[in-house]
């Protein structure tokens, strides 16, 4: 296996957006009693996990992906929302939600696409673009998930911004941050 790491494709975020979310995370941290939380570098939006992989598999799909590729264009993204998977009593992951997005959608579906044919066993689970900013609720209360607030920029409004990368990240679980970018893709 390729060094017993597990590799993931993610779209990968602008810088602004790590920042925007750090801050908002050392702001509201003590409200939200979460157990860990997200290295704002290891901030991203996964299109599919593919897990351990040999470099042999890990070749062909970095080229069917370079392929499909080259044809996209950079596209807009909004962050609107804050949510939780898992239950309100113990979530296991708080998360960043972005407004729908027929861009990212179909990106993620090509992707997905081209892991499922070079071999690769990938979750069925319907694509919901997010961010995890946190994992594992730390306390007996229930998170009000109900009452999350939304995203906003400093004036109030939408905060937009360009996704113009994907990457194919390895996992380093013994560091932080634990993901590095084994190839870049820009679109």
Not at 111 to 121: N, S, Y
Not at 142 to 170: C, M, Q, R, W
């Amino acid at each position: 296996m390729a060094n017993n790491h597990h590799y993931f494709f993610a779209v990968k975020l602008p810088y602004e957006v790590k920042t925007y979310l750090n801050r908002w995370v050392q702001m509201h941290d003590a409200h939200y009693p979460f157990k860990r939380w997200v290295h704002p570098e290891d901030y991203h939006i996964t299109l599919a996990f593919l897990g351990f992989a040999e470099k042999e598999m890990l070749d062909q799909v970095l080229s069917k992906v370079a392929d499909l590729l080259k044809n996209e264009d950079s596209f807009e993204l909004t962050l609107n929302k804050l949510g939780i998977f898992g239950p309100a009593k113990s979530p296991r992951i708080f998360w960043a939600g972005v407004k729908e997005s027929d861009e990212i959608n179909l990106l993620q579906k090509k992707v997905f696409k081209a892991c499922l044919d070079t071999g690769f066993k990938l979750d069925k689970k319907p694509f919901k673009p997010h961010i995890t900013i946190a994992r594992k609720w730390g306390i007996e209360k229930p998170l009000e998930h109900e009452k999350l607030p939304e995203l906003k920029n400093s004036e109030g409004g939408d905060f937009s911004f360009t996704i113009s990368e994907v990457a194919l990240y390895e996992t380093h679980l013994d560091q932080s941050p634990k993901y590095r970018e084994y190839t870049l893709f820009s679109l």
